[in-house]
């Protein structure tokens, strides 16, 4: 892996040259090489004995707060103990020489700490607390944490002693109206979209990829694997993201 494929350098280029806009729709894959689990991968962490699919949602929240928080405390732990990727960095650096739009479907914090700046976090972010009942923002200092903890009694609200959430979408929860307002206008706008380290399996953001087509964008994605969205992209690069993103700028 030591170059672009040419008929992807050959829109990138193209894109430049008609000084067209790249909307680049970030998921899970993204952080994996910086040490972060994805949702979908095989991998045997901690997450395994984990299923997000039943923890990210109210209902569970609901039934027992301490352990949905002590997922979310382990989650927001290994993401301070991360560092931003090869990826990461390629991406903030691309934005300092085209027309780019970041939108992603991941809550942590790397893009920013690679220097990108982040117009969209459609599922929300791990840090952005709030109250669960009276939804005021919580900016008060984090709980100190004990690493692999399983449960971990949430904070309380400063104002109503409501429980303290994430700030991340649950399913079933409605995405941030203004994320995903600003997420529909870089797709509908690009010229380019590059889908970087998603399955493509989760609604509505899965569904960008196929809203940039039909307003006239090339779709490429870049993941080492064959995802549902493949079929719906121009063009594949079976690449991971800080193998692939690097070569774009260099
Ligand atoms: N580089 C690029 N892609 C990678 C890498 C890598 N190093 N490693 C894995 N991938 C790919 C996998 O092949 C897979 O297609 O990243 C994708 C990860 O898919 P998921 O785990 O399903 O993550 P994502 O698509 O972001 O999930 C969407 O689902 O659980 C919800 O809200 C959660 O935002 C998340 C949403």
Same mark, same amino acid.
Do not use: A, H
């Given at each position: 892996m030591d170059a672009v494929p040419a008929a992807i350098d050959d829109v990138l280029r193209r894109t430049i040259d008609g000084g067209g806009h790249v909307c680049v729709l970030t998921g899970a894959g993204m952080s994996a090489e910086s040490g972060i689990p994805t949702f979908r991968g095989t991998h045997d962490s901690l997450?395994?004995?984990?299923?997000p699919m039943r923890l990210a949602t109210v209902e569970a929240w609901r039934e027992d707060p301490a352990l949905v928080w002590g997922w979310y405390r382990w989650r927001m732990h290994l993401v301070r103990e991360a560092e931003p990727n090869a990826g990461h960095r390629a991406l903030a650096e691309l934005a300092q020489r085209l027309s780019l739009s970041l939108v992603t479907q991941? /809550?942590?914090d790397l893009h920013e700490r690679a220097g990108s700046i982040v117009d969209a976090h459609v599922h929300g972010s791990l840090f952005a607390l709030r109250c669960f009942a009276c939804e005021r923002l919580h900016d008060g200092a984090l709980d100190d944490y004990v690493d692999d903890a399983q449960r971990v009694e949430p904070m309380r609200c400063m104002a109503c002693g409501g429980h303290i959430r994430p700030g991340v979408v649950w399913f079933g929860e409605a995405l941030p109206h203004d994320a995903w307002a600003t997420a529909v206008d870089a797709a509908t706008r690009c010229a380019l979209m590059l889908v970087v380290g998603?399955?493509?399996? /989760?609604y509505p953001a899965a569904g960008l990829p196929a809203l940039a087509r039909r307003h006239g964008a090339t779709v490429v994605e870049i993941n080492p694997e064959p995802t549902a969205l493949s079929a719906e992209a121009d063009h594949v690069w079976r690449a991971t993201a800080a193998q692939a993103l690097p070569l774009l700028v260099r």
């Open positions: 997450w395994s004995r984990f299923d991941n /809550v942590d998603t399955s493509g399996l /989760v």
